[in-house]
């Protein structure tokens, strides 16, 4: 808020706004509840109240942690899908599994919860981008639940453990199924797609 154009009021309704709205809060909505003529500076605010909501302090993930990576972007007839895709960003994601108390004798994914989730932009889906991005958001010790991509090869060595599953696939547009990271991470590109937002790297 120093040095902000933007009167008090208009910042706390929009912390209000930020914090209530269910489905996320995209600039352009911003700008019309708030009656800013700028898209830039409804885009700005959001930017802040957004890095503001991230803990510098924050714990990495641990215990069992699916990892996985995703394109996205708008849909282009042709090209190349999937890893190496030129027309999308690529995003790095890990999403920390919880147990649900159950009184099934054995354990299934489908008896754990979403914790917690960090995701970034990478510049591709090579080892060295995927390892950084493993080392720094997930504590050493934990399981990391993952397919065979040579990208995580050599991942254990850093003190992690390996459970590899094999990638399934789906028949529409051919995409990569990972149980529970990849089924996240499309809820939210569908809510970035329907509001027509720019990405930006997402690392809370």
Not at 3 to 12: E, H
Request: proline share 2%.
């Amino acid at each position: 808020m120093q040095d902000s154009k933007l009167q008090a009021r208009m910042w706390l309704t929009a912390m209000w706004l930020f914090a209530t709205q269910k489905d996320g809060m995209s600039a352009k909505s911003l700008q019309a509840n708030l009656g800013i003529n700028s898209y830039r500076s409804a885009w700005l605010l959001l930017q802040k109240l957004r890095v503001a909501m991230i803990r510098e302090d924050r714990e990495p993930l641990s215990g069992l942690v699916e990892v996985d990576e995703d394109y996205i972007g708008g849909i282009d007839e042709g090209g190349k899908r999937g890893r190496g895709s030129e027309n999308k960003q690529i995003v790095a994601i890990a999403v920390q599994l919880e147990k649900i108390d159950t009184k099934k004798p054995h354990d299934s994914l489908r008896d754990y919860r979403l914790a917690k989730i960090r995701a970034k932009c990478i510049k591709n889906a090579s080892k060295d981008e995927l390892h950084a991005f493993i080392t720094e958001n997930v504590a050493k010790g934990s399981t990391l639940y993952r397919d065979d991509w040579s990208g995580y090869s050599g991942i254990d060595q850093l003190g992690y453990k390996s459970e590899v599953f094999k990638v399934k696939t789906r028949t529409i547009k051919g995409a990569k199924m990972v149980p529970v990271a990849h089924r996240k991470w499309s809820q939210r590109v569908a809510l970035f797609l329907m509001r027509a937002q720019a990405m930006v790297p997402i690392t809370n």
